[in-house]
């Protein structure tokens, strides 16, 4: 069933959509109608994908997803929850097979867009991670769920249900690379106002993107309050969207994973590789096995 519901988005009316029961032709389908939205991403989109330093970003997590992967081998990458693409144009122009879905229309169209303007190949659709095996088929040498994307399922079960995909998709010896935020840590510390970021869009607007948790609500997950800023000639406009975070840490993830069928673990403090300790890593990188 279909909840439809008029959104205002940068002065323009847009319609919400969300479904259960879609599968991947529906989602193509959508994605066609100019203005449908489908997340809550819709609505950041553009400051999530302006504001973050992707050069710096990139440098730093495009080798730890290559570490120790033969360079012989042609890889076939799934990016979950893929955003604006920036990961995914990245393995691309390295010559790897790739494809990548988020439930967001406007990071897909992003991500087209920047496969375009790079001149690459790789294969985007909008779909949600809850419906992955209506989704997803063949077989993938590398999955990657960056960005806390994890985090943002509803349930731990769902997790469970993603990861059992993962673990169904990849081939023998294949990797599933994910980072979500470690709520050991964030829950030790009250951790809740991340740095601002700024940037600009494609037309010279002005963005400025706030984020911070509120921790008040519930014991097994935060609010986490995505503020955007827009200037437009000399007027700003703000717009708050909310979005649940369910609090992960590595002991959670060790048991969704092995309950999965993983049994070789990887957990990291970071792309550099560092060993994660538990009580001061904001960030759990992981590089999970088949
Ligand atoms: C913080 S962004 C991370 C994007 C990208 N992976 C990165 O690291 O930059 C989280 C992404 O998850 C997507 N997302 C949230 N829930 C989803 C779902 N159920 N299925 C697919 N994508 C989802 C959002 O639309 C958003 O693009």
């Not at 009316?13 to 939205?37: A, E, M, P």
């Not at 553009?46 to 120790?68: G, K, M, Q, V």
């Not at 691309?92 to 867009?113: H, L, P």
């Not at 935060?222 to 827009?230: A, N, W, Y």
Request: net charge negative.
């Amino acid at each position: 069933m279909d909840d439809r519901k008029t959104l205002e988005l940068s002065g323009r009316k847009t319609t919400s959509v969300t479904s259960s029961t879609s599968t991947k032709q529906n989602y193509i389908r959508l994605s066609q109608n100019v203005g449908v939205l489908l997340s809550s991403f819709d609505h950041i989109a553009l400051a999530y994908d302006r504001s973050i330093d992707w050069e710096s970003r990139l440098s730093r997590e495009i080798p730890f997803i290559l570490d120790e992967v033969p360079d012989e081998m042609i890889l076939r990458v799934l990016d979950v929850a893929c955003g604006s693409g920036r990961h995914s144009v990245a393995l691309a122009s390295r010559g790897f097979d790739v494809t990548g879905f988020d439930s967001s229309e406007i990071m897909i169209a992003e991500a087209n867009k920047l496969v375009s303007m790079q001149n690459v190949t790789a294969n985007f659709f909008v779909a949600n991670m809850m419906e992955f095996s209506e989704v997803i088929d063949g077989e993938y040498d590398l999955v990657l769920c960056l960005g806390n994307s994890l985090a943002l399922l509803p349930t731990f079960e769902d997790i469970t249900s993603v990861t059992d995909e993962v673990h169904s998709i990849l081939k023998p010896n294949g990797r599933f690379i994910f980072q979500v935020l470690n709520f050991e840590e964030i829950m030790k510390t009250g951790f809740s106002m991340f740095p601002l970021k700024r940037g600009f869009t494609d037309s010279g607007e002005e963005v400025v993107f706030a984020r911070h948790f509120d921790h008040s609500e519930s014991s097994e997950e935060s609010t986490l309050v995505l503020t955007t800023l827009l200037k437009t000639d000399t007027k700003w406009k703000a717009r708050v969207t909310t979005q649940s975070v369910l609090r992960l840490d590595r002991d959670r993830m060790a048991h969704i994973l092995k309950s999965s069928g993983f049994d070789k673990l990887e957990f990291y403090g970071g792309y550099n590789g560092a060993p994660f300790r538990k009580e001061s890593d904001r960030s759990l990188v992981a590089r999970v096995i088949k």
